[in-house]
């Protein structure tokens, strides 16, 4: 067994014990690898023990990696996770499957007007800022709903839900607080009748808040392929 074989496990363990604790099925629960800094070989090597949604934050990176494994583009899903600037959005457009990282509008219409159109509609969620720091990325919590009922209305994008990236909290209890902030705006976007399903809260340090809190994809780099 490789070792990312065996961290993979460890993972997919945590999840599992996670899901119990607050009584949810782990198949409720996806497992994102988040592979930024690691080679095209780390994540051939998570493929063949079985994982087959990335994610990557750096475009010029994850293009590369996704050139470089062309032999498995139609088993892999790639998601972008990162940092989303305009001059960037046609790269993202052409190659990746998921956008975690929806801020502004004028990001949405690019990306729905650079999506080829043989290509499955992009898969988008947006980031809300939950912490409410204002140099933070993501939208404002109060603004999320007008921003997702924009963006469900654009061509080649499909909205699937909300990602959160709080600051690291020292316990549990706080952690999984500043997730609930995001759970409830998802709520909200629900309630509006938006047809959201995916929250994507929670990475290695702090996965089982965000599964206390509602996650149904956490993102895991550093607990999988090691430390940066
Ligand atoms: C790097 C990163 C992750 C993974 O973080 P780890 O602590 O290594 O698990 C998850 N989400 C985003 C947006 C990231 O940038």
Partial sequence: MTMIDDKLQQVRARIVTACAATGRDPASVRL?????????????????????????NYVQEGVAKIEALGDLRARIEWHCIGPLQSNK?????????WVHS???LKIAERLAEQRPADLAPLQVCLQVNVDGGANKSGVAAEEALPLA??????PRLRLRGLMAIPEPAADFETQRALFLRAAAVFDQLRAAGLEVDTLSLGMSA????????GSTMVRVGTAIFGGR
């Fill in 32 to 56: 994102l690898a988040v592979s930024k800094t690691f080679g095209p070989e780390a994540v051939r090597a998570a493929h063949a023990a079985g994982q087959t949604a990335f994610g990557e």
């Fill in 89 to 97: 959005t046609r790269l993202v457009a052409e190659h990746f499957d």
């Fill in 102 to 104: 929806i801020d502004r």
């Fill in 149 to 154: 009922r924009a963006v469900a209305a654009l």
């Fill in 206 to 213: 702090d996965l089982e808040a965000g599964i206390a809190a």
